[in-house]
Each structure stands twice: as structure tokens, then as C-alpha cells.
């Protein structure tokens, strides 16, 4: 009998798509002919999404906006410098554009409860594709072709974005659900390690998962800096288990037995944790450091502050984190650290070598980023004058500006005419701690290539820029595992259950006794099951077989 809680939370689904339905279909079912909100018929017409080519009527769109709660003083989310320049350039052409601010941390909660009770801005974005492309399906959102797809239609975002991108974003039947964000890089994370205690025990940088061991060993043990309060290790990757960087990324990689099979690695994607045997290892490795007194008995309390805290009271020898999580300009840890030690060194290293065929990999982004899609209860002309401003977002006006600033307050251009920072610290108060988030189709950068992007990051931080390259280089070592963006038509229903399963059922593997491992992962992988993840396997290894033919490679 499956569990009542998975079936209560599914009754809840159901409850959630028959309100959605009911709320913003009213006819609507995905079809090009559509019903807008003043009950007109939406005509197949060339529509004008070319910023500067058509004058709008003052129309007014609104844009969902991630809020992290860290504007500077004399700032808010949605009164700033930023968004006044942003409604200067759109006022040109006739749009207003309000921005919605919604908790980072809470975008999917939120999302789902704006979309059901109609009230989702214009623009709304995510990084959970299945939940956009089940919004499709339900014919709770626009199909965005008939506004980007013709001929002079869409030219910047188009020209910026490129058609792989933009694919991304469309379904097997061909309809584009929404716009992807376009990552200048596919580096998602790293591994970061204490230098200084590593020279000071005389070790060479970890290699593989034993010598990582044998490492955290020492730290632990020796106490490197001789602290009278405790010293540890601990692993990013398990701040919170029901979140997928747990099981996708690149200390995991060290153990997948998947990597040279593409067609069961892309099945297995956002799955591993069931699909890839490798993935078993991962976490009985996890379990062999928590044993040993290598982590923090109780690091399922772990916040990203307290995380934070320790790293720059010098009290934690590694972990993983996103790629320039050591020198963020906004953050910069090593420069704190370095204030209170200021022989210490917190830096990335490249992924290990997996211990099953001795290969070293690394798990990296899908080449799409956030992707932004538009609810039903926009009318046609609010969806043209939402991909008029997409458009000028991937324009120099746009997002270059948004993201690097203006040049001789911001910037100067070296020899290579790119942007090279004046002053960091002032662009971090001005401009960094929102640019990346109002240039929704950029995923924190404007730039042609991922070495462009690579250098012109660098540049933002001054005094750290050999860090900031070398992260990069780590993080994209040894043979990339890229994912892709194909979602499972159940996958969305499925999600919220399996995430309570890994959230609850990692954290037991993980704190049990060694013995019992292999019985808790063996239940683990039970519950996954009466949470439906077979039939996610089952529609994932219909799609692939498709496109990779029945063998096994």
C-alpha cells in the first residue's frame, strides 16, 4: 500500500491542476488560436517583438523578480537606479514594466500558488522546467512561437539567445512553452579545500575519494591550526538532501557508474540517486566520513550562514559549493578569512578521479539557464510587449548594461575590448547584488563566449582574479557530464513527493550505523518507488530509446 502522506500530497496536485484549470483555461488548450483576458480572440498575426520597431500604447507588463533580501541601504527590490533605467529605455517604446518580487529561496511555492489562483505576473521564471512545461500542458500558458519565430520577429533576443537555446524551451511537439536563459558557462560547482592545512600536514591535494579521506583524516585529527574549539569537515552537498545538488554534482561524479554510457547517464538525470548504482557508493562514502567523526553530527541543521560562519572562522576544511563560492564579490570569504588568518587558504581543486574506471569528471549545467514563460491570463498584446522587452534584455542597451554597467563609472574596456571593473566594491553595492537577476535571460553574464565570460568575471574582482580563473578551470576538469532539459510528462506530479523521500530518507542513510546501510538505501530506494519513480524511469527510457535506439549505449 503506497504511503497515505505521498497520496495525500497527489490529491493535493490534483486539487492544485483542477483550480488552474478551471481558473485559466476557460477554454484555452494550448491551441495558436487563443482566448485573452478581455474574452477577444488573439488573431495569427505577425506580432512586432523587435525592441524600437512598434510603439505601444502604454501598456504595462509585469515581471516576476527573484528577491534575496540583500538590497544595499537607501534600496529596495523594485525602487532602484536599475529598474528606473530599465522603464527609461522600455517608456520608449510605450511599456511599463512593474516588477513582483518573489523569495529565491521559496520561487517554486510561490510560483505554484500564483499561477493557480491567476493572479503569476506576465513574466514569470523558474529553473524547474517541468513544472513550466506542465503548466503547458494543463493550457495554463502562452505558446510563444507566433511572437519569436517569424521572419524580423524577436531580432536580439534571437541573435543573442541562438536556436540550440532556444530549443530548449520547446516541447516534442514543437511549441515554445517559454524563453531559456542562455548560461554563458556550464561550471556549476566545486571543491574547495583549506591549502594552508593541507601544506602545514605536509599532504598533496586529494586525488580521489580514499585520499579525500585520508585527508579530512588528518584535518580532523591533527588540528592544523591547533583551535581549542572543535575542527572538522563537513560537505556542502548535504546542507539539505531533498535538494538536487545532493545527488547531481561533481563529488558525486566521483562514483557514478554512468559516465560513459550517455544514454543511461541522461536517463538517469535528476534520478541518479535511484537509477545510478554508482550513486549508492556516493552516499555509503558519505556515511564512512560521518562515521568517522569527519562531519558535523548534526549537519542536516546546516545554514547557508552557519556554513558561511565556519568558513571564514577557519573551523571547516572542505566543501562544495558553486564555482566562485571562495571570492564572490559580494561574499568574499577568503578576503574574511584571510582578516582573521591571514596565512589561510580556501581554494577550488579539480573534481576526482572516479573510482570505477579512474576517469575524473565533472557534472556541469545543462547549457539552458532560468527559463521565462507567460501565464494565459495575459492578454496578446501584454505577451508581445513581454517579448519586446525579452528582446531588449539580449540588446547592449539592455542586457550589457544591466550586467556590466556604465563605462567610466563601472568599467573601462582593455585591449580586448572587454569590460574591465573600476571599483568592485562599488559595483557590488550599485549594481551586482541585482544585475544578475533583472538580466533574466543571461544567467549572470552578456557574452559571446564561456572564456569571454570566464576573463570578464575575473576582471569584476580585483585582487582575486587568478581565484576567480582558476575556479572556472576546476570546475570544468576532466570530461563534463552535461545534462540535458528533457522533463518527464509526471515528473512535475512526482517531484514534491521524492523530495520529502530524499530529504527524509538520505539523512537516515547517511547517520546510520555502516552495517545498516545497504538495508536503509535498499528502503530508501523502496519509498522512492511508492512515490512513483518507476514510471519517471519509464517515460525517460521511452524518450531516450528514441533517440539513442534500444541498446545500451
Not at 105 to 134: F, L, R, W
Not at 318 to 331: A, G, K, L, P, Q
Not at 460 to 465: A, C, F, P
Request: charged share 25%; net charge negative.
Amino acid at each position: 500500500m503506497k504511503n497515505r502522506r505521498y497520496e495525500k500530497k497527489r490529491a493535493m496536485s490534483v486539487v492544485l491542476a483542477a483550480v488552474l484549470a478551471a481558473g485559466l483555461l476557460a477554454g484555452c488548450g494550448g491551441n495558436k488560436s487563443e482566448t485573452n483576458k478581455a474574452g477577444e480572440q488573439a488573431k495569427d498575426a505577425e506580432y512586432v517583438t523587435t525592441y524600437g520597431e512598434k510603439m505601444f500604447d502604454n501598456v504595462t507588463i509585469t515581471v516576476e523578480l527573484f528577491d534575496r533580501s540583500n538590497a544595499p541601504d537607501g534600496n529596495t527590490l523594485t525602487d532602484n537606479r536599475w529598474v528606473e533605467y530599465v522603464n527609461q529605455e522600455m517608456n520608449k517604446v510605450g511599456i511599463n514594466v512593474e516588477f513582483v518580487g518573489v523569495p529565491r529561496a521559496d520561487e517554486v511555492t510561490k510560483m505554484q500558488t500564483m499561477m493557480s489562483s491567476g493572479t503569476a505576473p506576465d513574466i514569470v521564471t523558474t529553473y524547474t522546467y517541468a513544472y513550466a512545461e506542465d503548466y503547458w500542458n494543463q493550457g495554463g500558458i502562452w505558446d510563444l512561437s507566433d511572437f519569436i519565430e517569424g521572419e524580423g520577429q524577436a531580432k536580439n533576443l534571437k541573435a543573442y539567445l541562438g536556436q540550440d537555446v532556444l530549443n530548449v524551451g520547446k516541447n516534442a511537439d514543437n511549441n515554445l512553452y517559454g524563453i531559456v536563459a542562455k548560461r554563458p558557462t556550464l561550471a556549476a560547482s566545486n571543491l574547495f579545500i583549506r591549502q594552508d592545512w593541507l601544506d602545514k600536514l605536509g599532504l598533496e591535494v586529494p586525488e580521489t575519494p580514499d585520499e579525500l579521506f585520508e585527508v579530512l583524516t588528518r584535518f580532523v585529527n591533527d588540528n592544523p591550526d591547533q583551535r581549542k574549539d572543535v575542527v572538522g569537515a563537513s560537505f556542502w552537498t548535504l546542507f539539505n538532501p531533498s535538494n538536487s545538488v545532493c545527488y547531481r554534482n561533481t563529488m558525486s561524479a566521483a562514483f557514478t557508474k554512468l559516465g560513459q554510457n550517455e544514454k543511461k547517464r541522461l536517463i538517469a538525470n535528476g534520478i541518479e540517486y535511484y537509477y545510478d548504482e554508482g550513486i549508492r557508493d556516493y552516499f555509503r562514502f558519505i556515511n564512512k566520513c560521518y562515521d568517522a567523526g569527519l562531519m558535523d553530527k548534526e549537519y542536516y541543521t546546516e545554514t547557508k550562514d552557519s556554513l558561511t560562519s565556519d568558513i571564514v572562522n577557519g573551523a571547516l576544511g572542505f566543501c562544495e559549493y558553486d564555482i566562485s563560492y571562495n571570492v564572490r564579490v559580494t561574499n568574499n570569504l577568503v578576503k574574511t578569512l584571510k582578516e582573521n588568518n591571514k596565512d589561510a587558504e580556501f581554494v577550488s581543486i579539480p573534481s576526482l578521479k572516479n573510482i570505477n574506471d579512474g576517469k575524473q569528471y565533472s557534472a556541469t549545467y545543462s547549457p539552458g539557464g532560468l527559463i521565462a514563460f507567460c501565464p494565459k491570463t495575459a492578454d496578446a498584446e501584454t505577451v508581445e510587449a513581454c517579448m519586446t522587452y525579452l528582446d531588449w534584455l539580449c540588446s547592449k542597451e539592455g542586457g550589457y548594461v544591466i550586467i556590466n554597467g556604465f563605462e567610466d563609472e563601472h568599467y573601462t574596456l582593455d585591449s580586448n575590448g572587454l569590460p574591465k571593473v573600476i571599483d568592485s566594491e562599488y559595483n557590488a553595492k550599485d549594481k551586482d547584488w541585482l544585475c544578475n537577476d533583472l538580466f533574466i535571460l543571461g544567467n549572470s553574464a552578456y557574452a559571446s563566449t564561456s572564456d569571454e565570460f570566464h576573463e570578464t568575471t575575473a576582471s569584476k574582482n580585483v585582487g582575486y582574479e587568478n581565484y576567480v580563473l582558476n575556479n572556472y578551470k576546476n570546475s570544468l576538469s576532466g570530461e563534463l557530464l552535461v545534462p540535458d532539459s528533457y522533463s518527464a510528462p509526471s515528473e512535475s506530479e512526482r517531484k514534491t513527493d521524492l523530495d520529502l523521500v530524499c530529504s527524509e530518507w538520505l539523512v537516515k542513510c547517511i547517520t546510520c550505523a555502516p552495517e545498516e546501510f545497504d538495508g536503509m538505501y535498499d528502503t530508501f530506494k523502496k519509498e522512492c518507488e511508492n512515490a512513483g519513480i518507476e514510471k519517471i524511469v519509464e517515460e525517460r527510457t521511452e524518450h531516450y530509446n528514441k533517440i539513442y535506439g534500444d541498446s545500451q549505449s
